[in-house]
Structure formats: C-alpha cells, structure tokens
C-alpha cells in the first residue's frame, strides 16, 4: 500500500527491488532563488520500497558501500572499524559488518545480522565484541537511530584525546553545532554496563567524541551515518592543523546554528552521500554480491 501510494503521487523510475521517485526540478537558467533551501539540493530522492525484504537489500548494500568507503579513504585498518543499520523487518536487531573482512572489501553477503542482546541471528563471520558492546547499547537507548558508525580514523582518534568538542570554525564544520555529545566516562567500555553508560553519555546528539577513542556519527539511515563519519573526520583534521598553525577563528552561534539546521540535516546528510554511493559502486560492482 505504501508503494502504491507513492506511485499513484509521483513519477516513478523503477529498478528490480525498489521504486525511486522521479528526481524534483532544478533552478532553472535565468531564475533566482533568494532563500537557500535544501531542496536546492535534492538531485534525488530516498528510494520507496514495494517489500521489506526489498528495503532490507538495500541497507545491506549500503551497508556493504559505507564499509568500503571508509576503507578505501584509509580511515580504518586492521579489526575495530563497524557500522551497524538497523534490520528493517526486525527493529530489535541490527546488520553489522564482519571483522577479519577489510572494510574496503566487504560485501552484502558477509554481513552478519544481531540482536539488541549482543546474539549473531544470521551469517557466519565474527563480530567485534566491544564494537558489538557499544552499538547494542546504541541502538537499545535511541529508536531513532537507525545507523551507527565507528572506526579509528586517525584524525578522530587524535583530536578525542584532546577531550574537546569540535569549533565552528568551517562551515563543514558547523553542521556539527550543537549536535556534539563529549564523553568523557567511560573512558573505556568492556562489558554491559558500562556500554549503558556510555548510550547515556551519548544523549540525543547525532555524533560524539569518545575521549581517547574517536567520534561515533548516527543516522537515520546508514547513508547519512556515514556521511557524518567522513565529514567529522575531515573536520577534525581541519581543527587540528588550523590550531596547530594559529587561533582559528568561530561562526557566530546564530550562523553556525543556521548551518546545523541546514547542511547538517538528516536529509542533507543523505543527499550528500548519494556522491559517494555513485562513485564506489561503479567502481566496486561486486559490493552487492
């Protein structure tokens, strides 16, 4: 019923599993817009789909493209990488990528499917306990969240033992405005409880600095998670080379918080991760497999 009412409303393109609505009209030549608006911006819209075990595909294969991503632009090595999207046919578990796997190599069929008590439903590749720890927790405190995402980006990870919260001092880096949780403790988390510490620590904020560990970015898809991951990481770095050659100046707070309402919206945030989407999977075809 959902996809028929999308389709008897929209101009559709349709694909094997989905229904994509028809991409909104552009500005056009000789036309100005005097109010910045994010549909400036909307190239295409989140795809509606006619199953659950449609919509299900999809998060693994974007899943799968986060993962490769995050590995091809170098921001996590070895096993403590993890990005987790909530199971769109069981909200009380969760789709995670496997360790042992590269992330610039895994694929939607590795994927392993867990449960909000830490329990593999499905697949056969192992977890990161602790990564598994912190994401259940995650997903347990906050319904809203569909997506999770981690990894020990180099930048992250050195701007976190600072215990700060990133400044507005770009404006890639003001769509993290108040939006921005410090957890401080605990400082360390390896078991139960203090992961529920940690979920409590995190708040309603869409991200969080982990002091000595690096930056967690939630989303409401896994699209827009990632996004804030390779954005906050990028902001970090900015951070630390402009404070490592001067005082950077700050957005005043009435603009930086007109910057977090906009660019640093959900859809925004989904919008902006179509680019990289487009991109690794014309190069990585075998992501969906």
């Given at each position: ?102 992330m610039h190599r895994v694929k939607a ?151 977090a309402s906009t660019l640093g919206s ?24």
């Amino acid at each position: 019923m959902r996809a028929a009412r999308a389709v008897a409303h929209h101009r559709c393109l349709r694909f094997a599993h989905c229904v994509v609505p028809a991409q909104p009209p552009q500005l056009r030549a000789g036309h100005m817009q005097t109010t910045v608006s994010i549909n400036a911006f909307a190239t295409r819209e989140p795809p509606v789909f006619e199953t659950k075990e449609a919509e299900r595909r999809h998060v693994q294969e974007r899943l799968a493209a986060a993962c490769r991503i995050l590995g091809r632009r170098g921001l996590s090595e070895g096993l403590l990488g993890h990005i987790t999207v909530r199971d769109p046919q069981r909200a009380d578990c969760f789709w995670v990528n496997p360790i042992g796997v590269p992330m610039h190599r895994v694929k939607a069929s590795q994927l392993v499917q867990v449960d909000h008590q830490g329990r593999v439903v499905q697949g056969d590749g192992a977890v990161n306990p602790v990564g598994l720890l912190l994401h259940t927790a995650l997903h347990r405190a906050r319904p809203d969240v569909a997506a999770v995402c981690h990894a020990h980006a180099s930048a992250a990870s050195t701007w976190a033992a600072l215990e700060r919260l990133l400044d507005p001092i770009t404006q890639d880096a003001s769509v993290f405005y108040g939006q921005q949780a410090l957890i401080r403790e605990p400082r360390l988390v390896r078991d139960t409880a203090s992961a529920e510490r940690f979920a409590r620590a995190f708040g309603d904020e869409r991200v969080a600095i982990h002091a000595g560990h690096g930056i967690f970015t939630t989303g409401s898809s896994v699209d827009e998670a990632a996004w804030w991951f390779v954005l906050m990481n990028r902001c970090c770095d900015d951070q630390l080379r402009a404070e490592a050659a001067g005082t950077p100046t700050q957005y005043p707070a009435e603009d930086a918080g007109w910057l977090a309402s906009t660019l640093g919206s959900p859809r925004f945030g989904w919008l902006s991760f179509q680019t990289l989407w487009d991109d690794i999977v014309a190069s990585d075809p075998d992501l969906r497999d």
